[in-house]
């Protein structure tokens, strides 16, 4: 192997096919507003601890969103899809979704009361600050509650039914 080939191999060894987006199960909501609660990155969108972002539902893939946000240094949405900055369906939902949640509701609140001060982040309706991991461990926890649960009922239904027979033995 002389020196240029294996400079090729290790360019497309850095490059490899890059995952836009996360799985989240147990939803079908076509936005989630989410807050980070450690810095990630998936695809273009680098999100950092605190930040505000939106999962964006993938249309041909299921289960799949696209992580959105606000990247304030270059001062526009950005999507963890290949279209990054470019204006889209997946940017376009973002902004429908912040213009009817977000800005309408302070706006209306800044009419109402004398007060500049609009605090955005605490009229989000949904403020579930996980990342896609921690949603899915919280999912398969959620999952293993719900067995329990299940089978808790179960042996409550045969003990009473057992208490029925006893009864109905007495009488
Ligand atoms: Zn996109």
Same mark, same amino acid.
């Given at each position: ?28 909501? &076509?936005?989630?507003? +989410? ?11 680098? *999100?950092? /601890?605190? #930040? ?8 041909? @893939? ?17 999507? $963890?899809?290949? +279209?990054?900055? +470019? ?27 004398? $007060? ?16 896609? /991991?921690?949603?899915? #461990? *919280?999912? =398969? @926890?959620? =999952? /293993? !509650? ?5 089978? &808790?009922?179960?042996? &409550?239904?045969?003990?009473? !039914? ?5 009864? /109905?033995?007495?009488?």
């Amino acid at each position: 192997m002389n020196h240029s080939t294996s400079k090729r191999t290790a360019r497309k060894a850095v490059a490899p096919q890059v995952e836009s987006t996360v799985l989240i199960e147990g939803t079908t909501a &076509k936005i989630i507003p +989410c807050t980070a609660k450690a810095d990630f990155q998936v695809g273009n969108s680098q *999100i950092k /601890a605190g #930040e505000k972002f939106y999962l964006v539902r993938s249309e041909r @893939r299921e289960n799949r969103y696209y992580v959105v946000h606000y990247n304030g240094t270059r001062n526009a949405y950005q999507c $963890s899809c290949g +279209c990054n900055m +470019c204006e889209h369906e997946h940017l376009s939902t973002v902004r429908a979704y912040v213009m009817a949640n977000v800005v309408a509701p302070a706006k209306a609140e800044q009419a109402k009361s004398s $007060s500049q001060t609009i605090v955005v982040t605490e009229l989000a309706p949904m403020t579930t600050p996980l990342t896609a /991991a921690q949603w899915k #461990e *919280i999912m =398969k @926890r959620d =999952k /293993a !509650r719900q067995k329990a649960e299940k089978a &808790k009922d179960m042996a &409550k239904i045969l003990e009473a !039914r057992e208490q029925g027979r006893k009864e /109905a033995s007495i009488a």
